[in-house]
């Protein structure tokens, strides 16, 4: 059964049209969602999921009180290796829901980190991945790593290096990935 991960950058606490709508098939096909605690895109999907009365959700946090669950769903807490609320925190329960997730639905401002490595940890499981870029108002299929190169072609160098340290310490770049630097 597809099980689809929504995420999203922190920066995009509002839900346009077009993501609503492909939220919305979602819900018509009773679809189960695994989703974050964050404020921005995560808050901003559970709001739209919790005004739709969909019960077919459940929130992953890194804490035992999650930050945000907007429906009252049912919480599966992801216990860090560490207690340093830094980014390798949160991103243990992302790593979570790409696990449990068969597709992916994700919300990126142009910009967040956060959100690429959720479409690469999925694209390294094999598993298709839909992307909304806000800046360009449109969606981005991403299932092969050219896919994925082609929609950071326009980052700077210092923000795929970043997402590139990253991808490489989580082994989603197999063997090829960690030998060359990501292609601008």
Do not use: C
Request: net charge positive; no cysteine; aromatic share 6%.
């Amino acid at each position: 059964m597809t099980k689809v991960f929504i995420g999203g950058s922190r920066h995009l606490s509002r839900l346009n049209p077009a993501v609503r709508g492909r939220i919305e098939k979602i819900i018509e096909n009773r679809l189960p969602v695994v989703i974050g605690d964050a404020n921005g895109a995560d808050k901003a999907v559970q709001r739209f999921l919790h005004q739709r009365n969909y019960d077919r959700v459940e929130v992953f946090s890194s804490d035992d009180v999650p930050r945000n669950n907007l429906g009252g769903w049912p919480v599966r807490v992801i216990r860090p290796a560490h207690r340093t609320r830094d980014f390798d925190y949160y991103a243990t329960k992302d790593r979570a829901m790409a696990q449990e997730a068969t597709v992916g639905l994700m919300i990126w401002d142009g910009e967040s980190r956060g959100t690429l490595l959720n479409i690469l940890r999925l694209l390294a499981q094999e598993k298709a991945v839909v992307v909304y870029v806000g800046p360009r108002e449109s969606f981005v299929e991403v299932r092969r790593s050219e896919d994925f190169e082609h929609l950071i072609a326009q980052l700077d160098h210092r923000a795929v290096r970043r997402v590139h340290e990253q991808a490489v310490l989580e082994g989603l770049l197999g063997q090829e990935g960690q030998q060359r630097q990501l292609r601008l």
